[in-house]
């Protein structure tokens, strides 16, 4: 028989895989379905997907409120909950998010050898650069994968909220003092923070709401015309250390806030309704594609090592076969990398 097993993010931060096991016999079909994950934190978010980074400490969930607490510390490591996609996005996909988030309180420059302002975040980061020990928010050279929502505590330069995209050679996307606002947020009242990036014209649009009234406008927020790409494949609350600044600028903070009824909206894996099948002696690999990614077959003995048996082929947005021409062992793994050109 043949048995295919669930698809695995890899750790290279632009490829996905889905893998099969052929030992003779029978298709088996997988459909992938589904882009959106949507949580109110009434049940342990463990239990669906949530993790945590870092130091756990400063998320905890309320099971009798039915709500997550989170703490922003800079004081501590690189700390998040995330969720993962099961996908990997980039400047040509339509994604974003909403959530309910009250802030207690929050401090921009608690630390007075760091008493400038420092960033709260929430929003789409790439884990295998996230939790490098080199990885610092604080230094603009050593964040690279991040599309966020962020806000700075005034500490003198008035409070902003800045919806920001750093690419894949850490580099923030910048046209000009347009890409942020000046924008305080009130504590203990729920608002509903909306950001939503849009492919077709390479725009991150906010909202923040209280009770359907908009708390302020937000600029949009266009990537600029020398950046690259992203890649991301979490989504996360971010509290980010305050190591690596430049002493000379350092910031620090200090927030504590809940948030709930958290909706995610993101394109389906690259890889869907996979099916296997041998035709005249030979594997082949049937599946739904996407545009904008590069497929491969690989194979594999053993599950030790592996070895491409097709040409990379790129994605149509529609059925896409890969085959393995080469005459085929007695058992043989197989799995299909997407990745990102």
């Known amino acids: 028989m043949r048995t295919l097993s669930a698809p695995a993010v890899a750790g290279a931060p632009g490829s996905w895989l889905a893998r099969v096991c052929l030992t003779g016999g029978l298709a088996i079909t ?23 980074f870092g130091d756990t400490n400063l998320f905890s969930w309320d099971s009798a409120a039915g ?15 995330y969720r993962p996609l099961g996908t990997i996005l980039d400047r040509h996909d339509d994604f974003g998010f909403a959530v309910d988030l009250n802030l207690l309180d929050f401090a921009g420059g608690i630390n007075p050898d760091k008493d400038s302002t420092f960033q ?3 929003g789409f980061l790439n884990l295998d650069n996230a939790t490098r020990t080199n990885f610092f928010r604080g230094n603009g050279a050593l964040c690279p994968n991040l599309v966020e929502f962020d806000f700075f505590p005034d500490t003198g330069f008035g409070p902003t909220v800045w ?14 003092a347009n890409d ?18 849009s492919a077709s014209n390479q725009t991150i649009r906010t909202t923040i709401t209280t009770n359907g009234v908009a708390v302020g406008v937000v600029s ?23 190591a690596g600044q430049n002493p000379m600028f350092g910031g620090s903070l200090l927030a504590h806030g809940i948030v709930d009824n958290v909706v995610v909206t993101f394109p389906p894996p690259p890889v869907q309704n996979l099916a296997g099948r041998l035709a005249a002696g030979q594997w082949q690999m049937l599946f739904t594609s996407r545009t904008n990614w590069v497929y491969t077959l690989e194979r594999s003995p053993a599950l030790q090592s592996w070895a491409a048996v097709s040409m990379p082929t790129a994605g149509n947005g529609g059925a896409l076969m890969l085959t393995d021409t080469s005459p085929l062992p007695g058992v043989a793994f197989y799995r299909v990398r997407a990745e990102r050109p």
């Open 30 to 52: 997988l459909s992938l379905h589904g882009a959106t994950i949507t949580d109110d934190f009434g049940a342990d978010p463990a239990a669906r997907g949530w993790h945590s």
């Open 67 to 81: 709500k997550l607490n989170v703490t922003w510390d800079s004081s501590r490591t690189n700390s998040y909950f």
């Open 120 to 122: 709260l975040g929430l």
């Open 163 to 176: 919806p920001a995209a750093w690419s894949t050679n850490s580099t923030l996307s910048y046209n000009g």
């Open 180 to 197: 942020y606002t000046l924008l305080n947020l009130p504590v203990i009242v729920t608002m509903r923070v909306s950001m939503s990036y």
């Open 220 to 242: 949009d927020v266009k990537l600029s015309p020398t950046f690259t790409d992203f890649r991301v494949g979490a989504f996360a609350f971010e509290s980010y250390s305050d």
